[in-house]
Antibody, heavy 117, light 107 residues
Framework: QVQVQESGPGQVKPSQTLSLTCAVS??????????YTWIRQTAGTGLEYIGR???????TYNPSLKSRVTITVDTSKKQSSLKLTSVTAADTAMYFC?????????WGQGTLVTVSS | DIQMTQSPSTLSASVGDRITITCRAS??????LAWFQQKPGKAPKLLIF???TLENGVPSRFSGSGSGTEFTLTISNLQPDDFATYFC?????????FGQGTKVEVK
């Protein structure tokens, strides 16, 4: 059974860089088409698409975050990483990773990141 | 960017009711429309994709319909497990956007 797990610091200081990792287990490497998507959720703004990365490393980003976001993939480790620079309190959110393969989408349980000094 | 407007934001209902949630897109999105259910502290759970296709394991009391810019999620014979928040979701090869959510609460 495929499982997805986000990890990273639960607190980041304003103006610093938020870094999260998404690890997939139970999936075979090279098992067809797949990609990783990062989504965040706040009580105020709801669910917000951050971006997506494909096996060839090609990313797409939400235009509203594009200047601050980098999403990468390491297919050998079955991981994706999210970096968000120059964070503010508005970036406080639950961050989800979603692994899509074939016709399936598996979400991680999410990780709460608080931006606070 | 395409915006998704969902209504109502809150819906009060009783077990056994039939309820409908509406989602409107700011422009035509074809059939790239999904519905999610979310419970507190959990990740969203896919219910329906491509407007009306039920995800495996989702009860048949859930149904989706619509086309172009207007879409609906209907839950017939509402069950206790269905009290949750529901989101519509538009997706394409380079972007995704979600509705603001509809909280279905006990009347």
């Amino acid at each position: 059974q495929v499982q997805v797990q986000e990890s990273g610091p639960g607190q980041v200081k304003p103006s610093q860089t938020l870094s999260l990792t998404c690890a997939v287990s139970g999936a075979s490497i090279g098992g067809g088409y797949f990609y990783y998507t990062w989504i965040r959720q706040t009580a105020g703004t709801g669910l917000e698409y951050i971006g997506r990365v494909y096996p060839n490393g090609s990313p797409t980003y939400n235009p509203s975050l594009k200047s601050r976001v980098t999403i990468t993939v390491d297919t050998s480790k079955k991981q994706s990483s999210l970096k968000l620079t120059s964070v503010t309190a508005a970036d406080t959110a639950m961050y989800f990773c979603r692994y899509s393969f074939g016709t399936s989408d598996i979400w991680g349980q999410g990780t709460l990141v608080t931006v606070s000094s | 960017d395409i915006q998704m407007t969902q209504s109502p934001s809150t819906l009060s209902a009783s077990v056994g009711d039939r309820i409908t949630i509406t989602c409107r897109a700011s422009q035509s999105i074809g059939r790239s429309l999904a519905w999610f259910q979310q419970k507190p502290g959990k990740a969203p759970k896919l219910l329906i994709f491509e407007v009306s296709t039920l995800e495996n394991g989702v009860p048949s009391r859930f149904s989706g319909s619509g086309s172009g810019t207007e879409f609906t999620l209907t839950i017939s014979n509402l069950q206790p497990d269905d009290f949750a928040t529901y989101f519509c979701h538009h997706y394409n090869s380079y972007f995704e956007t979600f509705g603001q959510g509809t909280k279905v609460e006990v009347k």
